[in-house]
């Protein structure tokens, strides 16, 4: 059961332009949401987040949108660049870490493989 | 410079052997956790831990097996029960009880042959 859904696998966006990462989830536990960036071979690097309590957050080219009610989150990265090409994970995690036992304990998205061109 | 460091990067092995992936962390991180990546299915917790001498079974636990023996250390054994341990594993790390990240380190390539 994929809790949390990267339903596209692959973006590809002109450099310059908009590029909009897709997630969903479908547990309603879930108060924290996170976006990794990861290149071949290296371990994900952490990009930004946003708690449930909020619907919108930025960070320089990076924002990332919540959508509670639909269960959705994006991650807009404007203007894109080469070395934004990357795989993309979405992630999240429940409230009260200790009451669940689960620490900062992620439960990630399939990935969106982003390329960015020329 | 305070980081995740995992050994090797490269490893390979032979079936019905069991295999160590080491895992270090200078971060003062209380908790630590094990992810598999295989393709297409992005991220899967196999343990994890929130203190020393203590560990929990993520999604993923059959034929693997860790120990925390210190704070900093939380290695990973790929046992002979584990069918397709082929992957990409990667160690990570984060403060308990607070809402942030988790560091992740650069990963082990296990490949069995």
């Known amino acids: 059961d994929q809790q949390v859904k990267q339903n596209s696998p692959s973006l590809s966006v002109q450099e310059g332009r908009i590029s909009i990462l897709n997630c ?9 949401f996170l976006w990794y960036k990861k290149y071949p ?7 930004i987040s946003i708690s449930s309590i909020k619907d919108k957050n930025e960070d320089g080219r990076f924002t990332v949108f ?21 795989v993309y994970f979405c992630a999240a995690s429940f409230p009260s870490p200790i009451l669940t036992g689960g620490g900062n304990k992620l ?8 390329k960015v061109e020329l | 410079d305070g980081g995740i460091t995992q050994s090797p990067k490269y490893l390979f092995r032979k079936e019905g052997q069991n295999v160590t992936l080491s895992c270090e962390q200078n971060l003062n991180h ?31 636990a059959e034929g693997y097996s860790v120990s ?20 990409f594993y990667l160690c990570a790390s984060s403060i308990v009880g607070q809402r942030n990240e988790a560091f992740f380190g650069q990963g082990t390539r296990l490949t069995v042959v």
């Open chain 1, 41 to 47: 071979a290296e371990g994900p690097t952490f990009l």
């Open chain 1, 24 to 32: 969903d989830y479908t547990n309603s536990m879930f108060d924290y």
């Open chain 2, 30 to 60: 209380d908790a630590m956790y094990w992810y598999r990546q295989d393709p297409g299915q992005g991220l899967r917790l196999i343990y994890y831990s929130q203190i020393v001498n203590d560990f929990q079974k993520g999604d993923i």
């Open chain 2, 68 to 87: 925390r023996e210190k704070k900093e250390s939380f290695p990973l054994t790929v046992t002979s029960a584990q069918k397709n341990p082929t992957a």
């Open chain 1, 107 to 114: 439960t990630f998205g399939t990935g969106t493989q982003l």
């Open chain 1, 66 to 86: 919540l959508n509670k009610s639909a269960k959705h989150l994006s991650l807009h990265i404007v203007p894109s660049q080469p070395g934004d090409s990357a």
